[in-house]
């Protein structure tokens, strides 16, 4: 941004701007949306969206940013309970990346087309650190029955490796593989890998 808003009514408008962000991307597809079209539908000047931001590349960013909170938010409600057992932990995960993936009237399936041409650092990162954070949790809790090395390791392979068969599947799905059939195999996957012990992971390197 090329300024942050202070007054209340400069933060409004600001969120207006992202929001018709990802209106426009949603109705007219990401290579069809720029600027002027991204200030009708906020219903502000051009002018005005210059102010705070430089191009239709720092629009997107920002709406990149908020779009990896919201899943954070989302993420952190998911259960994490003692008596939950891991497939299920993963799975649920697994299952509520592929509902946001359809969520907001295809906006996300737009974003995911064009993956490779966006900042999608900021949600990669978020979804790292929150499979970081769940995990320490959940081997903390049952570090006897799942004694576990490298943890980091471990998360950032698991992290990267979903997202991209996510990314793939959506983005270039041909039919012949079922979702629900990918997120069973991508469950088990994940959770057999979680669970190895250190000696069996070391053995596997």
Not at 37 to 60: C, H, M, N, P, W
Request: charged residues 20%; glycine residues 4%; hydrophobic residues 45%.
């Amino acid at each position: 941004m090329r300024k942050r808003p202070q007054q209340q009514r400069s933060r409004e408008m600001v969120r207006a701007l992202i929001d018709a962000t990802a209106r426009v991307i949603q109705q007219q597809g990401l290579d069809n949306t720029t600027t002027a079209r991204i200030a009708e539908t906020a219903g502000v000047s051009v002018g005005s969206l210059y102010q705070y931001f430089g191009d239709k590349d720092s629009l997107i960013q920002a709406l990149m940013e908020s779009l990896a909170d919201d899943i954070g938010v989302g993420l952190r409600k998911l259960p994490l309970m003692d008596n939950v057992d891991m497939h299920a932990l993963i799975g649920n995960a697994i299952r509520f990346g592929f509902a946001v993936l359809h969520s907001r009237d295809g906006l996300y399936l737009e974003l995911v087309r064009n993956w490779h041409r966006l900042p999608t650092d900021r949600v990669v990162d978020v979804l790292q650190q929150h499979f970081m954070d769940l995990a320490r949790l959940y081997f903390l809790r049952h570090y006897r029955d799942y004694p576990i090395d490298n943890l980091e390791v471990r998360v950032f392979i698991v992290t990267n490796s979903v997202l991209f068969t996510m990314v793939r599947h959506i983005s270039q799905h041909n039919g012949l593989i079922r979702e629900d059939a990918l997120a069973t195999e991508l469950t088990s996957m994940v959770a057999n890998y979680m669970m190895l012990p250190p000696q069996s992971a070391e053995a596997q390197r």
